[in-house]
């Protein structure tokens, strides 16, 4: 999948040049195999010490925000804390994407930035609703009786 991405933007003229990471295992192996005769993306991999978030301290604060943000949604929505363990996944994942139809100024551009990445806005832009909306699920079957009800909140 990551050999594909790179591959697509190369071709759309957005190729990716530097991979900032740790030195662990994973990314020596994929600095290996992105740069080895199968994929062929030719990127540079500049590694940072292990437990070091002082050396990139703008993603460390990205992510305390993203972090923020999803909690604060789960709070807005008044889930109760025996529920919140189960959703917190969805609640950050919300956060995340959300964060990327943020409006920033890049060299001059005001665009989201998934239209900095991307070129587009995504299509579920289209459709953003109210998180954990209260709705009713269908559970009417074929043999469900006329009175009994066919949906719960």
């Not at 759309?12 to 990471?21: A, D, L, N, Q």
């Not at 030195?23 to 070091?52: C, M, P």
């Not at 994407?97 to 890049?106: D, F, K, S, T």
């Amino acid at each position: 999948m990551y050999a594909d991405t790179c591959t697509r933007w190369k071709h759309e003229g957005r190729p990716v040049k530097i991979i900032r990471c740790d030195d662990a295992g994973e990314n020596k192996k994929l600095e290996k195999e992105a740069n080895g005769h199968q994929w062929k993306v030719a990127i540079k991999f500049e590694y940072t010490g292990r437990s070091t978030p002082q050396r990139n301290h703008l993603a460390e604060l990205g992510f305390a925000t993203l972090t923020k943000r999803g909690v604060a949604l789960i709070v807005r929505a008044h889930v109760p804390m025996k529920i919140r363990y189960r959703l917190f996944r969805e609640a950050f994942k919300t956060a995340t994407e959300l964060n990327g139809l943020e409006v920033v100024n890049v060299d001059g551009k005001v665009l989201t930035r998934y239209e900095h990445c991307k070129g587009t806005i995504p299509s579920f832009a289209n459709h953003l609703r109210t998180w954990v909306e209260a709705g009713t699920v269908k559970v009417k079957t074929a043999t469900t009786a006329k009175l009994e009800k066919k949906g719960v909140q």
